[in-house]
């Protein structure tokens, strides 16, 4: 999955969460959400917020930091 991908998800979560926020239904991937699956939308937002700062990490897993 690319950034542009990974930040469209977030965007529609977003979107989501607000139209939750405002008394409505919306719906992500065929998925109705309501004012009951608010808490599931803001954890799928979390999610792919963490894969979005995961685009930004180096690979391999390992940083090392050099003191003086």
Request: aromatic fraction near 8%; glycine fraction near 8%.
């Amino acid at each position: 999955m690319t950034k542009d991908e990974v930040q469209q998800m977030i965007d529609a979560y977003l979107e989501a969460e607000l139209d939750v926020l405002a008394g409505k239904s919306s719906a992500i991937n065929g998925k109705t959400m309501t004012m009951e699956n608010l808490q599931e939308i803001r954890a799928g937002r979390l999610e792919w917020q963490r894969r979005l700062a995961a685009f930004g990490r180096p690979r391999g897993g390992a940083s090392y930091a050099t003191f003086k």
